[in-house]
């Protein structure tokens, strides 16, 4: 059974750091691109990026390119969301899924169960 | 960046009756068009890929259709467990984009 599973919510005042994780189980992690996507409260689904475990190739939106860093160890099968600096808003809860994709991330057929990460002083 | 709409925002449908939900790419995406599933409190789930194939698990009075800027999702006769969000997300162009979601509700 293909699962991923995201570490707990989190609780964190502005400028702390932080690093979720994401651990995929039942398929071979290293062949399938993993991805984030943002869900603000309230709000709808963002796209944030992607990374191949085997490389660590990685795309971002623009629009968090620079904000937060993907990476992966695939040696565990999990890959990571980290922001240096938060923000408050920067709360949201996070989803990782697996891309179908094979050469470029296409859609997400599983997803985690998400991560709540808010950020107040 | 390819920018998604979808309509309309809210649709109130009864059980058993049919939901018919649009999206709209901004440029062509030819067939790349995925939508999902969000349930209140939960991780959203694969409905649709490649515009009009069914993902895994979901039944047939889901389809999908559409190609180039105009898509549609169609779910015949709604079942209690069918009221949710459903996105649209395009995989043609980067980013890849998600539409605002179509809430589907009693």
């Known amino acids: 059974e293909v699962q991923l599973v995201q570490s707990g919510a989190e609780v964190k005042k502005p400028g702390e750091s932080l690093k979720i994780s994401c651990q995929g189980s039942g398929f071979s992690f290293s062949d399938y691109w993993i991805g984030w996507v943002r869900q603000m409260p309230g709000k709808g689904l963002e796209w944030m990026g992607i990374i191949h475990p085997f490389d660590s190739t990685t795309r971002y939106n623009p629009s968090v390119e620079g904000q937060v860093t993907i990476s992966v160890d695939k040696s565990i099968n999990t890959a990571y969301l980290q922001w240096r600096s938060l923000k408050a808003s920067d709360s949201a809860v996070f989803f990782c899924a697996r891309d179908r994709g094979s050469n470029s991330g296409e859609y997400f057929d599983y997803w985690g169960q998400g991560t709540l990460v808010t950020v107040s002083s | 960046e390819m920018v998604m709409t979808q309509s309309p925002a809210t649709l109130s449908v009864s059980p058993g009756e049919r939901a018919t939900l649009s999206c709209r790419a901004s440029?062509?995406?030819?067939?790349?068009l995925a939508w999902y599933q969000q349930r209140p409190g939960q991780a959203p789930r694969l409905v649709v890929y490649?515009?009009?194939t069914r993902a895994t698990g979901f039944p047939a009075r889901f389809s999908g259709s559409g190609s180039g800027t105009e898509f549609t999702l169609t779910i015949s006769s709604l079942q209690s467990e069918d009221f949710a969000v459903y996105y649209c997300?395009?995989?043609?162009?980067?980013?890849?984009?998600f539409g605002p979601g179509t809430k589907v509700e009693i």
């Open positions: 440029q062509s995406v030819y067939s790349d």
């Open positions: 997300q395009q995989y043609f162009s980067w980013p890849r984009t």
């Open positions: 490649a515009a009009s």
